[in-house]
């Protein structure tokens, strides 16, 4: 399957599997500078890439494992969802855990995006 993507920022990196038979797409930060997340907050981070699903199909922006575990670092509106109509920003909703501030660099990789097929459904309603 081929997706259409697009830079829009200078800093944006193409998402990267990380091994051969990986589910995610790891998404990389687009940050000129380094953003602090301190303690108990949230920012919402750049990606710099808009992506162009076909209909039927949709992204999943995950946590990765690795901040989670050593950094307590996660995605607030856990897993955020990318529809096919959508051609803006992929942007990524981080959140502190944790207790010590953290440095968000750039080109840092930041989450994962999980593409997956989808039903049409209709709902039928019994009484």
Do not use: C, W
């Amino acid at each position: 399957m081929k997706i259409k993507i697009q830079k829009i920022t200078k800093n944006a990196l193409l998402p990267q599997k990380m091994t051969e038979h990986a589910a995610g797409y790891d998404l990389y930060s687009a940050n000129d500078e380094n953003i602090m997340l301190k303690p108990s907050s949230i920012t919402l981070v750049s990606t710099g890439i808009a992506i162009s699903l076909p209909i039927g199909y949709e992204a999943q922006i995950r946590p990765r494992s690795g901040l989670a575990v050593k950094n307590q670092i996660g995605i607030l509106n856990s897993p955020g969802t990318i529809d096919a109509d959508y051609r803006g920003e992929i942007k990524v909703i981080l959140f502190n855990f944790g207790k010590t501030n953290f440095t968000i660099k750039p080109a840092m990789r930041i989450a994962q995006m999980v593409i997956s097929k989808h039903e049409t459904i209709e709902f039928e309603l019994h009484k």
